[in-house]
């Protein structure tokens, strides 16, 4: 089962419909569409909102539950009383920049169902929404602490039957203080850490989907700014979404990994989805 969790706003909708995409390909072909009534929107036309949805799933055949929340103490806390403890289902959230904030994720609801583990959730900033949730080639972005291709998977296999090319990419991180002292067989060495593991990643995609519809690109670099090589890397490829991980490692890293994370929420060319890593 997918679940929506819709914030009532046209940004929603476009959100909306990566969701829809997703309930139509699960086995179940359900979608619960949860909005809690925190007195931003007009309560009719919340429930419009959700009528709207409902007949667009009625024509894809998709089965539609909608539920309006009674605000709790927060939004946060109202959603996760509504959202049931299955590791099988997927719930799919907006995050976009707020009134008078420059950050995306930092202090969101989004951020706060992120570190929920009641299910697998998928945050999205849409920047495209002519694609009508369906991107065809997407750029994957790995990190060296993340356990394997299995983190991924629960939002990677409801992407997959539509995607043209997968690109994984793998930023190694250097201190930029070790930068100019960066002999060439230390940068071997790094690029050969990075192969092996975008080997061990593609090897398990392969055990995944040994029969994949998608052509599948490994890229590999050294570099002092993560984002700003994921970026550009986007950017040339021109690929059509993101798709990024969060840590719940420690405090430090979170800071330092999270200010990456905004930068490429602020700058992206494409649709993002972050997904929960380890």
């Known amino acids: 089962m997918i679940i929506l969790a819709h914030d009532g706003s046209i940004y929603g909708d476009w959100v909306a419909r990566y969701a829809l995409r ?6 179940d072909r359900k979608l619960l569409v949860l909005h809690v009534l925190d007195g931003k929107i007009n309560p009719d036309l919340a429930a419009a909102k959700l009528a709207k949805i409902e007949e667009v799933c009625q024509q894809a055949e998709v089965e539609c539950l909608t539920r309006l929340l009674p605000l709790g103490k927060t939004v946060h806390r109202s959603l996760r009383q509504a959202i049931p403890h299955d590791p099988e289902a997927l719930l799919v959230c907006g995050t976009r920049v707020k009134a008078n904030k420059r950050s995306f994720l930092s202090g969101s609801v989004a951020e706060q169902l992120l570190r929920m583990h009641q299910c697998p959730v998928l945050a999205l900033r849409v920047v495209q929404p002519g694609l009508l949730g ?3 080639e997407l750029l994957v972005p790995l990190a060296g602490h993340l356990g394997g291709f299995s983190r991924i998977w629960p939002v990677f296999r409801r992407l997959a039957a539509h995607l043209r090319l997968v690109h994984l990419f793998r930023a190694v991180a250097i201190n930029p203080l070790l930068q100019n002292r960066l002999t060439p067989a230390r940068k071997q060495t790094l690029r050969q850490i990075g192969q092996a593991h975008l080997s061990k990643i593609s ?3 392969e055990e995944l989907l040994p029969e994949r519809p998608f052509r599948l690109h ?3 670099v050294i570099t002092t700014e993560w984002p700003h090589e994921i970026m550009t890397l986007a950017s040339r490829l021109k690929v059509q979404m993101l798709l990024l991980g969060v840590s719940e490692r420690s405090l430090a890293h979170r800071i330092f990994h999270s200010a990456g994370i905004e930068q490429i929420l602020r700058e992206t060319p494409c649709d993002i989805g972050i997904y929960r890593g380890p």
């Open 22 to 27: 997703f309930a139509a390909d699960e086995a």
């Open 134 to 136: 369906n991107p065809h």
């Open 203 to 205: 090897a398990e995609l």
């Open 218 to 220: 490994q890229n590999i």
